[in-house]
């Protein structure tokens, strides 16, 4: 539903949206009724701007940022419930003791993944889960020319933070 004083854009999106999302369905309806094991997506990306069609390998992340946006965002339930997830950023101070908390919504993760080489050096193949515990990790904020300003206390000093 497009919202209540729409601008151009806001228009434009929707329509894009609209436009996709009669595509997928009757591009699921084609893959549920018939036994093709692939299917063709030419009309769904003919939808796209132009940068989509060159030819070219296109940015995943960037893309489905792209689609999620002209589909409503955050402000669509159906994506936040389906496609996103939660993560609390956690401070704590060093000195005081007291926590604050940061909770941000996502829609990809970004994962610090190691280079082929890095990862021979180690010896150490990089799991889902190990690169997930990397992401999430316990991180002291130790060095002296960066100290954290606790909002509770009011002074600059070390803190420890990580996300749950």
């Known amino acids: 539903k497009l919202k209540a004083e729409a601008t151009k854009m806001d228009e434009e999106d929707f329509e894009f949206g609209k436009k996709v999302v009669e595509l997928l369905q009757k591009l699921f309806a084609k893959m549920a009724l ?6 063709d997506i030419w009309d769904i990306l003919q939808a796209f701007p132009a940068d989509y069609r060159s030819g070219e390998q296109q940015d995943v992340t960037e893309t489905i940022r792209f689609v999620f946006d002209k589909l409503g965002g955050g402000d669509q339930a159906l994506l936040r419930e389906v496609f996103a997830g ?24 970004v994962l610090p993944v190691p280079t082929a080489e890095q990862a021979k050096e180690s010896g150490i193949v990089p799991t889902m889960q190990k690169l997930l515990e990397e992401r999430l990790k316990c991180e002291e904020m130790d060095d002296p020319n960066n100290l954290v300003t606790c909002e509770h206390c009011q002074k600059k ?5 990580w996300s749950e």
């Open 86 to 109: 939660e993560l609390q950023e956690k401070i704590q101070c060093r000195e005081c003791g007291k926590m604050k908390v940061r909770e941000e919504i996502f829609t990809d993760l």
């Open 157 to 161: 000093t070390f803190a420890v933070k």
């Open 34 to 39: 018939t036994k093709h094991k692939h299917t």
